[in-house]
């Protein structure tokens, strides 16, 4: 069986409601995906059959601890890290970020540098950037090509000295869609002896995410960008992870990864967040026969979990060169990220765009109006926005998903056209 997007539609019960006569259409994922039935019924279940703490001797205590390791497994099946007691759980990536930031923190010294990206969210940012000021770090920015909307890792060479402990930077950029050379920026880091830190919430809800071979330091991700609820996860080198000192309560365990989820953790958010990478599985079992060799070095549900990645980043590649297409033929649009039909592959399908002379809240606006839902602004991507100078005015973004039809794109870009119309747009 191959992709059936149909099939796959049938699983997300939010895709067929319909408000009055307009059926909901969500190009607004890039801000949070749809959730399967199988992970409403999974956080469902845990709601009902095992709504307890951790660690007791009783039936329910111990059915939440089964949903907790099952948690860390899947996890560690969606990245193919070695195990999963690499992963951590959290509120998301941004609390996540700010928390580790601090351990990792400790491991420097006043004059140490660290290397943030012009492309990356504000949680990859903000949080080193406190950590710099609170610290006496020295801070370097790496800057993108604004017309290719890709780093010249040239530059990336230049920043690097005997002094950089860290470079931050995202797997997929929130605003532009350009997927970033993670295993070649972690290799000039390690060369510095740096470590690299990376915000994966883009880019693992598209491409197939393997730590070992990206030799990346850290990865974080967030389950509701991949379909799945509102919960981040972070995985580290386990060697590093036992190096790093936790923030946490005294009688807190001192192992990893349980030393770093402090507090009571979202327990129906890990029966959901397991939900979602099973959910991939059933994907690469059922509709992704063609690409399980080339992940034929991996077993179960990881090679299941890896081969639907591929099979749904085919059809987002297809469906984002669609849109792409059409909104090339639409009057004063200037897209902000890679258009060449043959590069989707350097790309995710998020595509953000601005309009001469017309406002990006008046296009969101108009577009909700038509229960088209898209986002509109920075995004919290602020370095990314100033320096393609959209800051103020900010841009349109359209993010559509494997779950997302050319029809829906049809829609939209048909919906587009008659709003710059009436603005007359030239």
């Given at each position: 069986?191959?992709?059936?997007?149909?099939?796959?539609?049938?699983?997300?019960?939010?895709?067929?409601?319909?408000?009055?006569?307009?059926?909901?259409?969500?190009?607004?994922?890039?801000?949070?995906?749809?959730?399967?039935?199988?992970?409403?019924?999974?956080?469902?279940?845990?709601?009902?059959?095992?709504?307890?703490?951790?660690?007791?001797?009783?039936?329910?205590?111990?059915?939440?601890?089964?949903?907790?390791?099952?948690?860390?497994?899947?996890?560690?099946?969606?990245?193919?890290a070695q195990s999963g007691d690499e992963?951590?759980?959290?509120?998301?990536?941004?609390?996540?970020?700010?928390?580790?930031?601090?351990?990792?923190?400790?491991?420097?010294?006043?004059?140490?540098?660290?290397?943030?990206?012009?492309?990356?969210?504000?949680?990859?940012?903000?949080?080193?950037?406190?950590?710099?000021?609170?610290?006496?770090?020295?801070?370097?920015?790496?800057?993108?090509?604004?017309?290719?909307?890709?780093?010249?890792?040239?530059?990336?060479?230049?920043?690097?000295?005997?002094?950089?402990?860290?470079?931050?930077?995202?797997?997929?950029?929130?605003?532009?869609?350009?997927?970033?050379?993670?295993?070649?920026?972690?290799?000039?880091?390690?060369?510095?002896?740096?470590?690299?830190?990376?915000?994966?919430?883009?880019?693992?809800?598209?491409?197939?995410?393997?730590?070992?071979?990206?030799?990346?330091?850290?990865?974080?991700?967030?389950?509701?960008?991949?379909?799945?609820?509102?919960?981040?996860?972070?995985?580290?080198?386990?060697?590093?992870?036992?190096?790093?000192?936790?923030?946490?309560?005294?009688?807190?365990?001192?192992?990893?990864?349980?030393?770093?989820?402090?507090?009571?953790?979202?327990?129906?958010?890990?029966?959901?967040?397991?939900?979602?990478?099973?959910?991939?599985?059933?994907?690469?079992?059922?509709?992704?026969?063609?690409?399980?060799?080339?992940?034929?070095?991996?077993?179960?549900?990881?090679?299941?979990?890896?081969?639907?990645?591929?099979?749904?980043?085919?059809?987002?590649?297809?469906?984002?060169?669609?849109?792409?297409?059409?909104?090339?033929?639409?009057?004063?649009?200037?897209?902000?990220?890679?258009?060449?039909?043959?590069?989707?592959?350097?790309?995710?399908?998020?595509?953000?765009?601005?309009?001469?002379?017309?406002?990006?809240?008046?296009?969101?606006?108009?577009?909700?109006?038509?229960?088209?839902?898209?986002?509109?602004?920075?995004?919290?991507?602020?370095?990314?926005?100033?320096?393609?100078?959209?800051?103020d005015s900010g841009a349109v973004r359209?993010?559509?998903?494997?779950?997302?039809?050319?029809?829906?794109?049809?829609?939209?870009?048909?919906?587009?056209?008659?709003?710059?119309?009436?603005?007359?747009?030239?």
């Amino acid at each position: 069986m191959t992709f059936d997007l149909e099939t796959i539609r049938a699983q997300f019960p939010s895709l067929s409601i319909i408000d009055g006569e307009s059926p909901r259409i969500y190009f607004d994922n890039p801000g949070g995906t749809q959730v399967s039935q199988m992970v409403v019924e999974r956080m469902s279940d845990c709601l009902v059959q095992s709504n307890a703490n951790i660690q007791g001797y009783f039936r329910t205590s111990q059915m939440v601890d089964a949903i907790i390791e099952g948690a860390h497994e899947a996890m560690a099946d969606l990245l193919n890290a070695q195990s999963g007691d690499e992963i951590v759980f959290g509120q998301n990536m941004t609390t996540l970020t700010l928390h580790i930031s601090r351990s990792i923190g400790r491991c420097f010294k006043p004059g140490d540098e660290i290397i943030l990206s012009c492309m990356d969210h504000d949680a990859n940012v903000a949080p080193w950037l406190l950590l710099a000021r609170d610290l006496g770090l020295e801070v370097r920015w790496m800057p993108f090509n604004t017309e290719t909307f890709e780093f010249d890792l040239d530059e990336l060479d230049a920043l690097l000295t005997a002094r950089t402990k860290l470079v931050c930077v995202a797997g997929a950029s929130n605003l532009t869609g350009t997927i970033n050379d993670i295993k070649a920026i972690s290799a000039m880091a390690h060369d510095a002896g740096a470590w690299t830190y990376i915000d994966a919430v883009q880019s693992v809800p598209h491409v197939a995410t393997d730590v070992q071979d990206l030799g990346c330091d850290f990865l974080v991700c967030s389950a509701y960008k991949f379909f799945g609820p509102h919960q981040g996860t972070l995985w580290g080198r386990r060697e590093l992870l036992e190096l790093l000192e936790p923030y946490k309560v005294r009688p807190a365990s001192e192992k990893i990864p349980a030393c770093f989820e402090t507090g009571t953790q979202n327990h129906e958010g890990m029966a959901g967040t397991t939900a979602a990478v099973d959910y991939f599985a059933w994907i690469g079992e059922s509709m992704a026969t063609q690409y399980q060799e080339q992940h034929s070095h991996l077993e179960g549900r990881r090679k299941y979990v890896h081969a639907a990645m591929d099979c749904l980043f085919a059809y987002e590649r297809d469906i984002a060169a669609h849109l792409i297409n059409g909104l090339q033929q639409l009057p004063g649009v200037r897209i902000l990220g890679i258009t060449a039909a043959d590069a989707m592959h350097r790309r995710v399908p998020t595509v953000s765009f601005t309009v001469d002379g017309v406002a990006s809240d008046s296009i969101a606006r108009a577009l909700a109006a038509q229960n088209i839902f898209v986002w509109s602004g920075h995004y919290y991507a602020i370095e990314v926005a100033k320096s393609l100078g959209i800051y103020d005015s900010g841009a349109v973004r359209i993010g559509p998903v494997h779950y997302n039809s050319v029809a829906e794109i049809d829609q939209l870009l048909n919906a587009l056209d008659s709003i710059l119309r009436r603005a007359n747009v030239a």
